[in-house]
């Protein structure tokens, strides 16, 4: 187990979200961007439309700052925000994909030299030749892809590996084409989206074509995309979907997802038609903002409906091994915390802070409340998923009652000794302002 990484207010879960969502940008406009580079080129060369390859040049150079200046950081920043807020998650995917992610980089390393030598070399070597390093890095790029979704997948669909523990039974799991369909789809989307972006900033007669390229695109991804989510929706398991009908959020994001598809639908069919008014960059990046909003709603829905699992069959979304995983020899720790007391199992808690007495049963309360609460709470009035706004008022018997009947929620069970769930309950009315225990109550139940 490792240590607690807390961010009052906003919570370590949201700061995570956040930089994940926003990559979804520039990973798949850099995904999908050259594909349709890779179309128009060839249009312009075969119809000797020098405006076209104008076009292609601020385009490339576009997606070569957008996409790898903050696509980097973001993607950096994903790794580090998972690395100190969920480690041990981390470390378990690490143990199995390491090799995955070994060869996703290989592909990264020869997209970030494609489109150097793609972009510096416009107008300098042979045309048909220019247009093969373009696609070299198309198919970097989605095969980077084609990596990335067999581990996103496993997360929420681990398949055979929580039998096996095998590379393949967890890459190749239940949603992994559904998904890898749906992202292809969308990455032709968020091209369509972005090149309308950049050709509103151009005064040539390359405008109009773009214009209508993008909006083909663009639909052609999203009505794509609609069809695979159909798809993904019907391969989810039974706690995922009964998470999507019955968490409130969750259904809300769900239909914001559905709305801004409509929107962009509606965006891409005027552009595609020739309505050449909705080309112009104030335009096109606000439509750049509604569709990251649809791109908040659907990742949200598809990180919610995995609750209370950060690994479905594995590990609780408080990184606590909730089931048996014989392939690996690992066994469930909530049984051996309910016996023998999470404090006293968990390696980092201070000596004196193991066993729950008079003196310290308000800061072993904190501690426990902290380690099972805090990868979906934060503890301060006015914070997100607040447990002081959630539990208002609530006094620690009823808290005690309430961490009984966790497992019946889509969160984790409480898992620890009995004085620890009432140290737990006790501190959760302190948070509340309710009415607190006992000592006595707290260490002995009475």
Known sequence: MYPIFE?????????????????????????GAFWMTYFIERKA?????????????????SILIFCFVTGSLTGVGIWFAATVISPRAISGLIHTYVWGWATEWVFFVIE?????????????????????????????????????TGILGFMMTPGKWLATGGFFDGFFNPTYWPQLCFRTAMMFAIAGTY????????????????????????????????????????????????NLQSIAYVKIMYKLAI????????????????????????VGSLMMVVLLAGVVGGESTREFVRRPYLIPGYMYSNQIIGHDFDARSISSEV?????????ASHPLVPTDLKAITEENYLKTGEILVKVECLACHTLEAGGRNSLADILDGIDAESAYYLLEDLERTYMPPFAGAGPERRAAANYLAVVAGGETGTADWVVAGE
């Open 7 to 31: 961010i009052p207010v906003v919570g370590g879960p949201i700061l995570m979200a956040a930089i994940a969502i926003f990559h979804i940008l520039p990973s798949h406009l850099a995904t």
């Open 45 to 61: 060369i075969q119809e000797d439309r020098p405006e076209l390859l104008e076009f292609l040049k601020k385009f490339s150079l």
């Open 112 to 148: 970030i030299v494609a489109i150097y030598v793609y972009y510096y070399t416009f107008g300098k070597i042979a045309p048909k030749l220019h247009l093969r390093i373009g696609f070299i890095y198309a198919v970097a790029a989605w095969l980077s892809m084609v990596i990335i």
């Open 195 to 242: 090149a309308a972006v950049i050709a509103g900033a151009m005064k040539n007669g390359g405008r109009d074509t773009i214009r209508k390229i993008a909006g083909r695109w663009g639909l052609g991804g999203l009505a794509a995309a609609g069809l695979f989510a159909f798809w993904y929706y019907h391969s989810l398991p039974t706690n995922a979907m009964e």
């Open 259 to 282: 709305v801004i598809a409509v929107v962009m639908a509606i965006y891409f069919f005027l552009l595609a038609i020739g309505q050449g008014r909705f080309v112009n960059v104030w």
């Open 335 to 343: 049984e051996r915390f309910n016996s023998k007391g999470l404090l």
